[in-house]
Each structure stands twice: as C-alpha cells, then as structure tokens.
C-alpha cells in the first residue's frame, strides 16, 4: 500500500500545482471570476488529497492492519477525481449542471477520512 497510494499522491501533487499554475496564467482572462474560484478550490482540495494520500501511505507503514487505511485512501482518490474534476469542468466549459456531482466528491472525501480515522483508532497501541 505504501508505494502505491504515495505515488498516486505525488503524482496528484504535480498535477495540481499544473493545474494552478494553469488557472493562474491561462483561466484569469478566459473565465469568470466565479468560475476561477471553482477551479482554485478543485486545485487546493486536490493538492489536500494528494498530501493526505502521502501521509496515509506512511501510517499505513507503522500500523498493524492498514485495510481501513487503504479502504479510507481508495475512497479519497475516487472523490478527489469528482470533487475537483467536476470543478474543473465546470470552469473550463461553464456547464453549471456539473456543480450537482460536485458534493458526491466530498462525501466520498468525508467517507474515505473517516475511514482514516476508524484505522488509526482501531491500531492503536495497547
């Protein structure tokens, strides 16, 4: 689980400070101010998920049984992709309709740190 989930996390990572550096330079003349604010927060929950991702993959090197680690990481993997994919798309082709997924992404992120949480308290040392 280690090498997979810090990799997927780095590699979330790289691409957000792309995709900032993108809406930074490329978005601020094309787009709304709203809807740049949307890609900003797709870009920070991103950069969130992929640190988070890093950092569980190094507790799930010093707990017993990482199961719920890699159960709570997949979830946020999935719901970072809809959280701030459907940011991203929203801004980049105005079509708001997407805005209504966008909230399946945060439950899936609640879900995935909450399984986190269950993990960590369930290894804890006696």
Same mark, same amino acid.
């Given at each position: 689980?280690?090498?997979?989930?810090? *990799?997927?996390?780095?590699?979330?990572?790289?691409?957000?400070? !792309?995709?900032?550096?993108? %809406?930074?330079?490329?978005?601020?003349?094309? =787009?709304?101010?709203?809807? $740049?604010?949307?890609?900003?927060?797709g =870009?920070?929950?991103?950069m969130? %998920?992929?640190?988070? *991702?890093?950092?569980? !993959? *190094?507790? &799930?090197? #010093?707990?017993?049984?990482?199961?719920? $680690? !890699?159960? %709570?990481?997949?979830?946020?993997? =999935?719901?970072?992709?809809?959280?701030?994919?459907?940011?991203?798309?929203?801004? $980049?082709?105005?079509?708001?309709? $997407?805005?209504?997924?966008?909230?399946?992404? %945060? #439950?899936?992120?609640?879900?995935? /740190? &909450?399984?986190?949480? /269950?993990?960590?308290?369930?290894?804890?040392?006696?």
């Amino acid at each position: 689980m280690f090498r997979k989930y810090f *990799l997927i996390g780095a590699i979330f990572a790289a691409i957000a400070i !792309a995709l900032g550096a993108f %809406g930074a330079h490329g978005l601020k003349e094309i =787009v709304s101010e709203r809807m $740049l604010q949307n890609f900003e927060t797709g =870009v920070r929950y991103q950069m969130y %998920g992929a640190l988070g *991702l890093m950092l569980i !993959a *190094l507790a &799930s090197t #010093v707990v017993k049984d990482y199961k719920k $680690l !890699a159960t %709570g990481a997949m979830l946020i993997v =999935v719901g970072m992709i809809i959280f701030s994919g459907s940011l991203y798309i929203m801004a $980049l082709t105005g079509a708001t309709k $997407l805005g209504a997924i966008t909230p399946i992404g %945060g #439950v899936l992120l609640i879900a995935g /740190w &909450s399984f986190v949480v /269950w993990g960590i308290v369930v290894n804890k040392a006696d």
